[in-house]
């Protein structure tokens, strides 16, 4: 073997000219310890995702008939809060004469955000997206909602109006199984 | 300094078959007769308070691991059972919970002398960032131990800090349900955060001894800043032990007298009392505050009115830090000499104070009284909204305008040749306060 290092040491230019075998190995063997690296890092950062059971609470199913006009039921979904809100004529009323409101952060009409035939009823995650808290029902400057925490008004469409939040409450996937049955997720 | 000649001579048989084996009695030897310049004041008693710091967290924290169940159904229970059942579960709590603050005071402190006296500049650079580096670990570390007890702001808190990393775009989400193990903060959450919160702060004493390696290579900085020429040492210092552990010891007695009154007289005072309220994730407290030692860089992640934009200020308040020896021009370290330096600095100790203040309080809450005068942009004037958007503003002003200007333009004070001479001619008379 120490011949062979004094071989390589003739061929090779040190002005860093063409590469040598040796030079070839060193890349190889790093890269290669580089790519075992990473699969043994892997398996150490994946099992910090969402569990097998964790993700298999996926869906919930809910009777609308619990909820009053009026006012709210929050259900927990997913371990965060889900607000089913039974809006009254004059609520929907100013929701939809908002729907081109100027202040609208992330314009959306209130019937994208409700389903056809059920506008009544708005299902929104209660996680105010600024950082997660849950907004206080009721208050604000628009009738809607109320962020404790950093102040955020979102109005009965659950639309950001004002405050440092940047979108609107989010609408989860969920689907009418009947007139009356809702299932989220 | 790192050069400091070994004077330890083994004396017992036992010792001298170490001495050649593992040198280790020597090491200790060698510290304890550290030269060490003469003219240290009280400021620099910190150092020994925050090791004292780090061990009664780590020996407490251990013991608190023994009685503690990671769940979310038992978290809150295993805590009252701490306080209520446990055998002087309540003392250890408490010297634990309240260790957290002394802890912070104690490194907000030390860090302000650095500031104060220019330790970071070279050749402390290194000093300094690892210091950074323990400082940011040790604010991980508080954060994932206040969740454990799974109180409402145990829960609150968790909720809207791993909210902030939701604020990087596009990578955001997946990051943030990687970290939380699923959609929302639940089991899979506390328990990481107990094994974490058990890791970092051996991660801490790891940093620790990188802090203490490299201060012993380029020797510590004193009140007047600076280096003393080989030739003065005999005169300029002295040994370690036993001027500066008698120094030192009477500092932590102080220290320990303080961080009594706390756990004996007022064990809550810098806690919250939501936190005795179990952790509801359908319920927001009507106020969620950090704990002290966090308000101000809350008050900075507030005062900017896009989410990812006051993400990324609250880090650069701590990251603005790490580059600070390369962000003051001055040649000269002490302040004491720097007149003009000083009085930035001053300032800088009110808006730290203020942050701190604003942090604690409701956004749009006025300052003064309670009238309104006119609203600017997204405002009222007199709100803390806009307090702490004048105070943020000088915090990054004073680190990136004020320290590379002044130190450029300002006529420092003459400087004294050594150590001993201000103390001699009397000048130092004049400085006391440091």
Known sequence: MAESVVHTEDTHSPEGGDPNRRDFIYIAAGAAAVGAGAMIAWPLINQMNPAADTLALASIEFDLTKVQEGQQVVIKWQGKPVFVRYRTPAELQKVIADDQAPDLKQPQTDAERTKPGHEKYLVVIGSCTHLGCVPTFGAGDYGGWFCPCHGSHYDASGRIRKGPAPLNLVV?????????????? | MSDHESTYVPKTGVEKWLDTRLPIIRFGADYMSLPTPRNLNYWWTFGGILALCLMTQIVTGIVLAMHYTPSVDL?????????????????????????????????????????????????????????????????ATAFLGYVLPWGQMSFWGAEVITNLIGAIPVLGEPILIWLRGGPAIDNATLNRFFSLHYLLPFAILGCVVLHLWALHAAGQNNPVGILIPKDREKKDMLPFHPYFTVKDGFAIILFLILFAIFVFYQPNALGHADNYIPANPLVTPAQIVPEWYMLPFYAILRAIPDKF?????????????????????????????????????????????????????LPDAPVLGSFKTFTLVDGDLNSYLWLTRVLTAYYFIFFLIIMPLVGLKEQPLPIPATISEPVLTGADAVEQKG
């Open chain 2, 75 to 139: 978290a809150f229970a295993s805590v009252e059972r701490i306080m209520r059942d446990v055998n002087g579960g309540w003392l250890i709590r408490y010297v634990h919970a309240n260790g957290a603050s002394m802890f912070f005071i104690a490194v907000y402190l030390h860090m302000l002398r650095g500031l104060y006296y220019g330790s970071y500049k070279a050749p402390r650079e290194m000093i300094w960032i690892i210091g950074c580096v323990i400082f940011f670990l040790m604010i």
């Open chain 2, 309 to 361: 934009g006051g993400v990324v200020a609250m880090f650069s308040a701590i990251g603005v830090l790490f580059v600070l020896p390369w962000l003051d021009t001055s040649k000269v370290r002490s302040m004491r000499y720097r007149p003009t330096m000083r009085t930035f600095f001053i300032i800088f100790l009110v808006v730290g104070f203020g942050l701190g203040w604003c942090g604690g309080q």
């Open chain 1, 172 to 185: 989860p996937d969920y689907d009418y199984l009947s007139d009356t049955r809702v299932k989220i997720g």
